[in-house]
């Protein structure tokens, strides 16, 4: 197979190889090690596809590092990670509002989660889908728990008996 002939990768390099193996080396952070080996692979002269294949991803992905690197340098690469910096979407409902919720629900109000949709959506006009409310009940450590129904014909007294192991 022949080796493709294509530009060299034209990058204004800040740190030295060793220094970069050095970096990968000592990083514990899956996701940055893995950026810290491709740059260590590059700076060392390794074509984009071969890196790409070592570290088991998408050529595009190195591309993109590399635009990243070359934008703000190491620091600025080393940044753009998962769960870095900004957090997550601010809640629907306030402190209060969550606090209210949580004493309803301990209250057993509910029977599934679609009805405590149906109460938040009509006191506080917000809408949930059924996902984001189960994670908030969830968060919450929230349990919608109904008793079961009983027959109408259950003995009480021998099952209280049983229960008790008589």
């Known amino acids: ?63 993109r590092w590399v635009a990243w690197y070359r934008e703000g340098g190491l620091e600025a690469l080393m940044q753009r990670v998962s769960g870095h910096g900004a957090r997550g979407v601010a809640a629907y409902l306030s402190d209060v509002q969550q606090g209210a919720l949580v004493a309803r629900v301990a209250l057993g109000n509910f029977r599934t989660v679609w009805d405590v949709i149906h109460w938040v959506g009509g006191r506080w006009g917000v ?8 994670t908030l009940l969830k968060r919450h450590k929230l349990g919608l728990k109904v008793p079961r129904p009983q027959s109408e014909k259950a003995d009480q007294p021998q099952q209280e008996g ?3 192991g008589g």
């Open 1 to 63: 197979m022949a080796e493709q002939m294509g530009q060299r990768l034209q990058v204004n390099w800040q740190e030295s190889a060793e220094e970069l193996k050095v970096r990968y080396l000592r990083e514990h952070h899956a996701q940055r090690r893995t950026r810290l080996h491709a740059l260590w692979q590059l700076r060392l002269g390794k074509r984009q596809e071969a890196v790409a294949e070592t570290l088991g991803v998408n050529v595009r992905v190195i591309q």
């Open 162 to 164: 049983w229960k008790k």
């Open 127 to 134: 809408a949930y889908s059924y996902n984001g409310m189960y």
